[in-house]
């Protein structure tokens, strides 16, 4: 675009279940695109890659045309679902092909860049939340991620929650009260997320009725008629059940501060809010503030571009509020003229 050395951007990438978002921010915590791809739950992680590298050109191009000048990804992190180690990733059950793959060398070859950080999705969120959000000055701050899965993350006198295995908050794999359950993880379930996460939900609603139905409508159905003994009804009841006893017990083990609800479910949250609140406040000694954070929806992208500044060695930058709009249709934005700049 001009001669001058190309301004430096960290870039982060959030791989979720069935939603793919990408922001490039600049390095004092400016974000200046972010765009996203949606596909069907359960794409083969090759079909994923490919929306990596077209949500990243894309953002990239945008912040360059932004800015009017050259751009460089100079840090990227990626989050995705599952247990993160040296050897690659395990525990993604709705990411079929990732526990195979190294995603992190992988993306940075394909990407062109040196390298890439990458962490879980909910741990990362909840670092994020920490640092921009709902949990900031929290001693012991939980962050509980309603989506396509489900699973949570806890922030500690300012550092995460890992476990021994850094499989620490995995709460898909708790065992639900409403059913009694003979398969876990050695039998390839995850029982809590197969009751009550967003696709359990709308695959339970399909397999009981013939009908696709949302999380927010199954949630919505229970609250316009809580005793009407529909399915959807019995199963946003379910859902709201299970909801209050696994919040109740994470919040009397871990004695939080701050409790932090996101993800696409929250799209719901007015319906289970007010019973969450009274439950906590019944149960637990030291009932913690519960709320929905504004950003629930863009908490795991926020994680992605927290690690990414973090590997930058460098003090991580306030955000700057609020975030840009997001470029939902990849075929429409990447018509776009497109900006040349130095490198990726």
Request: a negative charge; charged letters at 15%.
């Amino acid at each position: 675009m001009n001669g001058s050395t190309p301004a430096q951007l960290a870039v982060g990438i959030d791989v979720g279940g069935t939603k793919l978002k990408v922001c490039a921010a600049t390095l004092d915590g400016r974000i200046l695109a972010i765009s996203e791809a949606r596909g069907p739950a359960g794409r083969h992680t090759t079909r994923v890659l490919k929306d990596v590298q077209a949500c990243f050109t894309n953002v990239l191009d945008r912040a360059a045309a932004l800015l009017g000048r050259d751009v460089i990804a100079g840090a990227v992190g990626l989050v995705t679902p599952g247990v993160i180690g040296e050897n690659g990733i395990a525990l993604t059950p709705n990411n079929p092909g990732m526990e195979t793959s190294l995603p992190a060398e992988t993306i940075a070859a394909m990407l062109g860049v040196g390298s890439v950080a990458w962490a879980n999705d909910v741990k990362a969120a909840a670092m994020a939340d920490h640092q921009w959000g709902e949990l900031q000055g929290a001693r012991c701050g939980l962050y509980i991620n309603l989506g396509t899965g489900l699973s949570a993350g806890a922030v500690i006198d300012g550092k995460p929650l890992m476990g021994a295995n850094g499989a620490a908050l995995e709460i898909g794999y708790l065992l639900p009260v409403s059913a009694s359950h003979t398969r876990g993880h050695r039998s390839g379930s995850a029982p809590l997320e197969d009751a009550v996460s967003g696709r359990a939900l709308g695959d339970r609603a399909l397999a009981s009725t013939g009908e696709s139905a949302t999380a927010s409508e199954i949630l919505g159905a229970w609250a316009k008629n809580p005793g009407s003994g529909t399915v959807l009804s019995e199963l946003g009841a379910e859902f709201v059940d299970e909801l209050i006893h696994m919040a109740s017990n994470l919040a009397i083990t871990l004695d939080p501060d701050i409790i932090s609800i996101g993800g696409g479910v929250t799209a719901a949250a007015e319906v289970f809010m007010p019973r969450l609140r009274d439950a906590l406040d019944e149960f637990v000694p030291y009932p913690p503030v519960v709320a929905v954070s504004p950003m629930a929806g863009d908490l795991s992208m926020l994680g992605a571009l927290f690690i990414a500044y973090q590997s930058l060695e460098a003090p991580v930058p306030s955000l700057c509020l609020p975030l840009p709009a997001t470029a939902h249709n990849l075929d429409e934005t990447l018509r776009m003229p497109e900006p040349s700049r130095a490198g990726a």
